[in-house]
Protein backbone atom coordinates (compact mmCIF):
# COMPACT_ATOMS: atom_id res chain seq x y z
CA UNK A 1 0.00 0.00 0.00
CA UNK A 2 1.42 3.54 -0.94
CA UNK A 3 -1.00 6.46 0.30
CA UNK A 4 -3.20 5.59 3.05
CA UNK A 5 -5.44 7.97 5.15
CA UNK A 6 -6.76 7.06 8.44
CA UNK A 7 -9.03 8.42 10.42
CA UNK A 8 -8.33 11.74 8.89
CA UNK A 9 -10.63 14.86 10.15
CA UNK A 10 -9.76 18.52 9.19
CA UNK A 11 -11.40 21.83 9.37
CA UNK A 12 -10.24 25.34 8.32
CA UNK A 13 -9.97 27.98 10.98
CA UNK A 14 -12.94 30.21 11.92
CA UNK A 15 -15.55 27.14 10.77
CA UNK A 16 -17.16 25.17 13.48
CA UNK A 17 -18.06 21.83 10.99
CA UNK A 18 -15.16 19.63 9.27
CA UNK A 19 -14.24 19.73 5.72
CA UNK A 20 -13.25 16.06 6.12
CA UNK A 21 -14.73 14.36 8.95
CA UNK A 22 -12.81 10.28 9.38
CA UNK A 23 -11.85 9.58 6.17
CA UNK A 24 -10.30 6.37 5.11
CA UNK A 25 -8.60 5.83 1.58
CA UNK A 26 -5.35 4.19 0.14
CA UNK A 27 -4.15 4.30 -3.08
CA UNK A 28 -2.14 1.52 -4.42
CA UNK A 29 0.89 1.63 -6.96
CA UNK A 30 -0.23 0.14 -10.09
CA UNK A 31 -3.90 1.76 -10.37
CA UNK A 32 -5.66 4.82 -11.22
CA UNK A 33 -8.20 6.10 -8.21
CA UNK A 34 -10.52 8.66 -9.32
CA UNK A 35 -11.93 10.81 -6.42
CA UNK A 36 -15.56 11.94 -6.70
CA UNK A 37 -18.57 13.92 -5.05
CA UNK A 38 -20.03 17.63 -5.84
CA UNK A 39 -18.67 21.21 -5.48
CA UNK A 40 -17.45 21.39 -1.49
CA UNK A 41 -17.39 17.23 -0.99
CA UNK A 42 -13.75 17.93 0.15
CA UNK A 43 -11.90 16.33 -2.46
CA UNK A 44 -9.45 19.52 -3.10
CA UNK A 45 -8.96 19.34 0.81
CA UNK A 46 -8.21 15.58 0.70
CA UNK A 47 -5.75 15.94 -2.07
CA UNK A 48 -4.03 18.76 -0.10
CA UNK A 49 -3.51 16.55 2.88
CA UNK A 50 -2.73 13.72 1.00
CA UNK A 51 0.36 16.30 -0.54
CA UNK A 52 1.20 17.12 2.66
CA UNK A 53 0.61 20.63 2.09
CA UNK A 54 -2.00 20.43 5.37
CA UNK A 55 -2.04 18.49 8.72
CA UNK A 56 -4.90 16.80 9.38
CA UNK A 57 -6.68 17.94 12.61
CA UNK A 58 -7.37 14.05 13.36
CA UNK A 59 -5.69 10.27 12.13
CA UNK A 60 -3.21 10.28 9.71
CA UNK A 61 -1.75 10.94 6.19
CA UNK A 62 1.24 7.87 5.32
CA UNK A 63 3.06 7.37 2.19
CA UNK A 64 4.40 3.71 3.00
CA UNK A 65 3.86 3.69 6.56
CA UNK A 66 5.54 7.19 7.21
CA UNK A 67 3.55 9.89 8.51
CA UNK A 68 3.72 12.96 6.24
CA UNK A 69 3.78 15.45 9.02
CA UNK A 70 7.41 14.07 9.62
CA UNK A 71 8.90 13.42 6.15
CA UNK A 72 11.16 15.83 4.97
CA UNK A 73 9.88 18.13 2.18
CA UNK A 74 12.70 16.79 -0.25
CA UNK A 75 11.97 13.09 0.53
CA UNK A 76 8.23 13.78 -0.15
CA UNK A 77 9.24 15.79 -3.42
CA UNK A 78 10.82 12.09 -4.12
CA UNK A 79 7.59 10.43 -3.37
CA UNK A 80 4.49 13.06 -4.37
CA UNK A 81 3.39 14.90 -7.35
CA UNK A 82 0.58 17.76 -6.70
CA UNK A 83 -1.19 19.72 -9.77
CA UNK A 84 -3.90 21.82 -8.33
CA UNK A 85 -6.64 22.90 -9.88
CA UNK A 86 -4.82 26.76 -10.21
CA UNK A 87 -1.67 27.35 -10.82
CA UNK A 88 -0.79 31.14 -10.38
CA UNK A 89 1.71 31.94 -13.28
CA UNK A 90 4.13 34.84 -12.08
CA UNK A 91 6.93 34.62 -14.58
CA UNK A 92 7.09 34.58 -18.42
CA UNK A 93 9.44 31.06 -18.49
CA UNK A 94 9.47 29.28 -21.77
CA UNK A 95 7.45 25.95 -21.58
CA UNK A 96 10.30 23.85 -21.57
CA UNK A 97 11.63 25.63 -18.68
CA UNK A 98 8.42 25.49 -16.52
CA UNK A 99 8.76 21.73 -17.44
CA UNK A 100 11.83 21.33 -15.93
CA UNK A 101 11.31 23.22 -13.11
CA UNK A 102 9.24 20.31 -12.20
CA UNK A 103 12.57 18.53 -10.56
CA UNK A 104 14.04 21.03 -8.86
CA UNK A 105 12.99 19.65 -5.48
CA UNK A 106 15.06 16.68 -5.93
CA UNK A 107 18.07 18.39 -7.17
CA UNK A 108 18.86 16.46 -10.35
CA UNK A 109 18.76 17.57 -13.83
CA UNK A 110 17.34 15.30 -16.90
CA UNK A 111 16.58 16.95 -20.52
CA UNK A 112 15.55 13.45 -21.76
CA UNK A 113 13.02 13.25 -19.28
CA UNK A 114 11.47 16.42 -20.14
CA UNK A 115 11.31 15.92 -23.80
CA UNK A 116 9.73 12.25 -22.92
CA UNK A 117 6.98 14.15 -20.89
CA UNK A 118 6.25 16.89 -22.98
CA UNK A 119 5.55 14.28 -25.54
CA UNK A 120 3.22 12.74 -23.30
CA UNK A 121 1.12 15.41 -22.62
CA UNK A 122 1.47 16.66 -26.21
CA UNK A 123 3.07 20.01 -25.69
CA UNK A 124 6.12 19.90 -27.40
CA UNK A 125 5.77 22.01 -29.93
CA UNK A 126 5.28 24.76 -27.04
CA UNK A 127 8.46 24.04 -26.10
CA UNK A 128 9.42 27.78 -26.72
CA UNK A 129 6.85 29.66 -26.18
CA UNK A 130 5.86 32.09 -23.31
CA UNK A 131 4.00 30.08 -20.67
CA UNK A 132 1.93 33.16 -19.75
CA UNK A 133 0.73 33.27 -23.52
CA UNK A 134 -0.82 29.86 -23.37
CA UNK A 135 -4.99 29.34 -23.41
CA UNK A 136 -5.59 27.48 -19.89
CA UNK A 137 -5.76 23.67 -21.72
CA UNK A 138 -2.55 24.37 -22.69
CA UNK A 139 -1.03 25.28 -19.43
CA UNK A 140 -2.56 22.50 -18.04
CA UNK A 141 -1.20 20.16 -20.23
CA UNK A 142 2.27 22.22 -19.25
CA UNK A 143 1.77 21.74 -15.65
CA UNK A 144 0.71 17.88 -16.47
CA UNK A 145 3.89 17.44 -17.89
CA UNK A 146 6.09 19.26 -15.13
CA UNK A 147 4.36 16.49 -12.53
CA UNK A 148 5.41 13.37 -14.89
CA UNK A 149 9.00 15.20 -15.24
CA UNK A 150 9.22 15.37 -11.76
CA UNK A 151 9.25 11.34 -11.28
CA UNK A 152 7.73 11.20 -8.43
CA UNK A 153 5.69 7.37 -7.36
CA UNK A 154 2.40 9.01 -6.65
CA UNK A 155 0.67 11.58 -8.63
CA UNK A 156 -2.24 13.87 -6.59
CA UNK A 157 -4.04 15.54 -9.66
CA UNK A 158 -6.73 17.96 -9.08
CA UNK A 159 -9.35 18.18 -11.85
CA UNK A 160 -6.71 17.79 -14.59
CA UNK A 161 -9.25 17.30 -17.45
CA UNK A 162 -11.10 20.40 -16.39
CA UNK A 163 -9.81 22.87 -19.06
CA UNK A 164 -8.81 20.19 -22.15
CA UNK A 165 -10.78 19.68 -25.57
CA UNK A 166 -12.41 16.08 -25.45
CA UNK A 167 -9.28 15.00 -27.18
CA UNK A 168 -6.60 15.85 -24.67
CA UNK A 169 -9.51 14.64 -22.37
CA UNK A 170 -8.88 11.24 -23.41
CA UNK A 171 -5.11 11.02 -24.28
CA UNK A 172 -4.43 12.76 -20.68
CA UNK A 173 -6.72 9.90 -18.62
CA UNK A 174 -4.93 7.24 -21.44
CA UNK A 175 -1.72 8.62 -20.32
CA UNK A 176 -2.37 8.38 -16.60
CA UNK A 177 -3.20 4.69 -16.92
CA UNK A 178 -0.01 4.21 -18.76
CA UNK A 179 1.64 6.31 -15.72
CA UNK A 180 -0.53 3.53 -13.17
CA UNK A 181 0.43 -0.27 -15.32
CA UNK A 182 4.20 1.49 -15.29
CA UNK A 183 3.90 0.93 -11.16
CA UNK A 184 3.10 4.78 -10.27
CA UNK A 185 -0.19 5.65 -7.75
CA UNK A 186 -2.67 8.27 -9.19
CA UNK A 187 -5.11 9.80 -7.16
CA UNK A 188 -7.04 12.05 -9.31
CA UNK A 189 -10.43 14.32 -8.13
CA UNK A 190 -12.46 14.98 -11.12
CA UNK A 191 -16.20 16.03 -11.75
CA UNK A 192 -16.49 13.89 -15.24
CA UNK A 193 -17.97 10.58 -14.36
CA UNK A 194 -18.14 9.42 -17.78
CA UNK A 195 -14.08 10.01 -17.81
CA UNK A 196 -13.79 8.21 -14.76
CA UNK A 197 -15.71 5.37 -15.60
CA UNK A 198 -13.95 4.89 -18.75
CA UNK A 199 -10.27 4.80 -17.44
CA UNK A 200 -10.26 4.65 -13.48
CA UNK A 201 -9.36 1.73 -11.73
CA UNK A 202 -11.44 1.97 -8.15
CA UNK A 203 -12.94 4.72 -6.55
CA UNK A 204 -14.21 6.97 -3.76
CA UNK A 205 -17.70 9.19 -3.97
CA UNK A 206 -17.56 12.35 -1.08
CA UNK A 207 -20.51 13.93 0.29
CA UNK A 208 -20.47 16.26 2.92
CA UNK A 209 -16.70 16.06 4.03
CA UNK A 210 -17.75 11.68 4.55
CA UNK A 211 -16.80 8.81 1.75
CA UNK A 212 -19.68 7.70 1.18
CA UNK A 213 -18.78 4.81 -1.06
CA UNK A 214 -15.09 3.29 -2.32
CA UNK A 215 -14.70 0.19 -4.60
CA UNK A 216 -15.11 -0.54 -8.34
CA UNK A 217 -17.10 1.48 -10.79
CA UNK A 218 -20.05 -0.85 -10.71
CA UNK A 219 -20.23 -0.12 -6.98
CA UNK A 220 -20.01 3.34 -6.50
CA UNK A 221 -21.56 4.63 -9.90
CA UNK A 222 -24.84 3.74 -9.31
CA UNK A 223 -28.36 5.88 -10.13
CA UNK A 224 -29.69 5.41 -6.48
CA UNK A 225 -26.24 6.74 -5.30
CA UNK A 226 -25.20 9.82 -7.69
CA UNK A 227 -28.85 11.09 -7.63
CA UNK A 228 -28.85 11.43 -3.91
CA UNK A 229 -25.22 12.60 -3.93
CA UNK A 230 -25.86 15.17 -6.76
CA UNK A 231 -29.04 15.88 -6.04
CA UNK A 232 -30.08 15.48 -9.70
CA UNK A 233 -32.20 12.44 -11.55
CA UNK A 234 -29.04 10.15 -13.09
CA UNK A 235 -29.55 7.10 -15.63
CA UNK A 236 -26.49 5.05 -15.22
CA UNK A 237 -26.02 2.01 -18.06
CA UNK A 238 -23.65 -0.33 -20.45
CA UNK A 239 -21.72 1.94 -22.30
CA UNK A 240 -22.93 0.35 -26.40
CA UNK A 241 -19.23 -0.40 -27.27
CA UNK A 242 -17.11 -1.27 -24.20
CA UNK A 243 -17.38 -2.67 -20.95
CA UNK A 244 -17.79 0.23 -18.59
CA UNK A 245 -20.52 2.46 -17.35
CA UNK A 246 -21.85 4.94 -18.84
CA UNK A 247 -23.91 8.27 -16.56
CA UNK A 248 -26.51 10.59 -18.18
CA UNK A 249 -28.93 13.23 -16.46
CA UNK A 250 -32.70 12.75 -16.49
CA UNK A 251 -34.03 15.49 -18.15
CA UNK A 252 -36.27 17.51 -15.75
CA UNK A 253 -35.94 14.93 -13.21
CA UNK A 254 -33.89 16.21 -10.25
Known amino acids: MALELSGVSFAYPHRQKNVLDEVDLH ?68 VEEVVSLGRYAVDASLPASVATAMQATEVTHLAHRNFLELSGGERQRVLL ?26 QLMRKLVKLAGEGHAVLCA ?33 AERLTAVYGQGIWVGRHPEADTIAVLPRPGVS
Open 190 to 222: THDLNLAATFGHRFAMLQAGRVVAQGSAAEVLT
Open 27 to 94: VRPGELFCLLGPNGSGKSTLLRLAAGLREPARGQVAWEGEPLVSMPRRRRAEVLSFLPQQVEALYPYP
Open 145 to 170: AACIHQGARMMLLDEPTAALDLHHQV
